[in-house]
């Protein structure tokens, strides 16, 4: 009787332990889905709302900052520069304003740095469905509603930045 009780629990511990297996692409290696993009709506306070149904199969950048936040200042002029060229191919960058004091005017501030990224403000809820632990954090979504990257350097010089929007644009590409 021992011994088939303690077979059952040996077949038991064997089976739950491959059906811990992730699945694996033809090289070998295991397949990692993306996460998702969760459903959000955010606005500037003077009439210019977004959310993510409006963006829904279009690739669209958040980058989450604070106006307190020295490395959002040393990011986003480059940032700046950089999503410009890309707002005219169909991937818009929104700048996600959280963890503010509450007399800071986050729009009026972009504006005064001399930078164009439309703002969006009180971005808590936002930051927090996106697991956004600090700024600056910029997170890249294709029209699939995927997070494929997530940036959380100051350097505005960075190449991964490039290399990311060039990712969202060759996702268009396939999709088309």
């Not at 986050?106 to 403000?121: A, D, F, N, Q, Y």
């Not at 700024?135 to 010089?157: A, C, K, Q, R, W």
């Not at 060039?166 to 996702?171: F, I, R, Y």
């Amino acid at each position: 009787m021992k011994h088939i009780i303690l077979t059952t629990l040996l077949l038991i511990c064997c089976f739950s332990l491959y059906a811990d297996e992730p699945e694996l692409d033809e090289d070998g290696n295991p397949i990692i889905l993306p996460d998702l993009a969760s459903p959000w709506s955010l606005s500037n306070g003077q009439g210019l709302e977004v959310d993510s149904e409006d963006l829904k199969g279009k690739p669209y950048v958040l980058h989450f900052w604070a106006t307190w936040c020295p490395y959002c200042k040393k990011l986003q002029p480059g940032l700046d520069v950089i999503s410009k060229g890309y707002v005219d191919k169909g991937i818009p960058t929104y700048a996600v304003s959280f963890w503010e004091n509450p007399r800071a005017k986050p729009v009026k501030e972009m504006k005064s740095r001399g930078l164009t990224l439309p703002v969006l403000i009180e971005g808590d809820a936002v930051a927090k469905q996106f697991s956004v632990m600090g700024t600056p954090t910029t997170i890249f979504i294709n029209g699939e509603g995927e997070i494929v990257y997530v940036h959380m350097l100051s350097n505005p010089n960075d190449p991964q930045i490039r290399v990311a929007y060039e990712s969202l644009l060759k996702s268009m590409a396939i999709d088309d």
